[in-house]
């Protein structure tokens, strides 16, 4: 768990690393997006940790550990939007945020039609498979009724 942190921590002080040095010769956004999506990534992982229910959940080192990461994070975070906003114009950053939030939202919504596609096809095959057991059943019974009038007459 805390190699999680650790990794989402190193995560974001790489990037900004990287995108402070990158920023100022930079020609546009896509020669520092490398640094971003780490940026984004990092601050991800560190928000999952806090989220997760852990054994130490009462600890306040690790609470205070957690809330204090995250708080770096942020503050990496609008460090990082005031360099991209200077150096690329007002709002660049919200624009990245914003085109973020609206691709994740995208591929929510992709993953939650294949899930509703995959329920379908499975209540298909088990409907399939009723019509079938049906079908077999009655022919069946067909075939024994048949066999014991011939069989009696």
């Keep these: 768990m805390i190699a999680e942190t650790m990794a989402g921590i190193a995560l974001v002080k790489s990037a900004v690393e990287g995108i402070k040095s990158a920023i100022g010769t930079a020609n546009d956004i896509g020669e520092i997006a490398s640094y971003i999506d780490n940026l984004f990534e990092g601050e991800k992982q560190i928000q999952q940790k806090r989220s997760k229910k852990q054994n130490n959940i009462l600890s ?33 950053w919200q624009g990245i945020v914003n085109e973020r939030a609206k691709r994740l939202q995208e591929i929510r919504e992709l993953e939650e039609a294949a899930r509703k596609k995959a329920i379908r ?20 019974l067909i075939s024994f009724f048949i066999y014991f009038a011939i069989k009696g007459a």
């Design 60 to 92: 306040i080192g690790s609470v205070a550990k957690e809330a204090i990461d995250a708080k770096l994070a942020q503050e990496q975070m609008y460090e990082i939007s005031q360099l991209i906003d200077l150096r690329f114009g007002h709002g660049t």
């Design 121 to 140: 096809k499975n209540k298909e095959r088990i409907e399939i498979m009723i019509w079938s057991g049906a079908i077999l059943g009655g022919l069946s």
